[in-house]
């Protein structure tokens, strides 16, 4: 079993910042990418950042400059600096990891329960 906690939400002015993070615990022998994921109400749930294990990244177009994902291998965290926040930012960001369990097992994909981020007008 593998858990994801997420923290680092709440309200913000926009042209803010907030730092989520991510911590992954349990039955883990590797991860692979992590990402960080977003849904608002009556959308669907949307690629926000992505890294790999070596540290590569990707981001969503409406991100691209403000946000900056990080990870640390030997604490198993993914961060995702936000910056210059806007109120189409609001969202419940989810943590989204690739996770071996054992040295023998395939991955999977597992997420966090979620962290609202509301960005005021």
């Known amino acids: 079993q593998v858990n994801l906690v997420e923290s680092g939400g709440g309200l913000v002015q926009a042209g803010g910042s907030l730092r989520l993070s991510c911590a992954a615990s349990?039955?883990?022998?590797?991860?692979?990418?992590m990402g960080w994921f977003r849904q608002a109400p009556g959308e669907q749930r949307e690629l926000v950042a992505f890294?790999?294990?070596?540290?590569?990244?990707n981001y969503a177009d409406s991100v691209k400059g403000r946000f900056t994902i990080s990870r640390d291998n030997a604490r198993n965290t993914v961060s995702l600096q936000m910056n210059s926040l806007k109120p189409e930012d609001t969202a419940v960001y989810y943590c989204?990891?690739?996770?071996?369990?054992?040295?023998?097992?395939?991955?999977?994909?597992?997420w966090g329960q979620g962290t609202q981020v509301t960005v005021s007008s």
């Open positions: 989204n990891a690739d996770v071996a369990p054992t040295r023998l097992s395939g991955s999977y994909h597992y």
């Open positions: 349990g039955m883990i022998f590797r991860i692979n990418g």
């Open positions: 890294i790999t294990s070596s540290g590569s990244t």
